[in-house]
Nanobody
């Protein structure tokens, strides 16, 4: 059974940085695409960034140039570096791993950007 555990969330001021981590256990996820989603209060969950098994990253326009997704397949740890945070980045951030119909989710970590 695969488990994903996020960490690194917290309260930060606008313009500051945070790095989220997602630690996977149960099996190696080398061929899986790893994605970060977020859910703001009262809104639907949305994709933020993802990185394929072939290490190709992609980002939604709202975070391009500010967020960086990465993966360490040897350690089975995935990260989301978030710079120049804005209040609209506030939400619960979820780590997801998927390959075909095989999909796993973490429990989420709260990020609050506020002065």
């Amino acid at each position: 059974q695969v488990q994903l555990v996020e960490s690194g969330g917290g309260l930060v001021q606008p313009g500051r940085s945070l790095t989220l981590s997602c630690a996977a256990s149960g099996k190696r996820l080398d061929p899986y695409t790893i994605a970060w989603h977020r859910q703001a209060p009262g809104k639907q969950r949305e994709l933020v960034a993802e990185i394929s098994g072939g290490m190709m990253p992609s980002y939604v326009d709202a975070v391009k140039g500010r967020f960086t997704i990465d993966r360490d397949n040897n350690k089975n740890i995935f990260s989301l570096q978030m710079n120049n945070l804005k209040p609209e980045d506030t939400g619960v951030y979820y780590c997801q791993a998927y390959l075909g119909s095989s999909i796993y989710w973490g429990q989420g970590t709260q990020v609050t950007v506020s002065s």
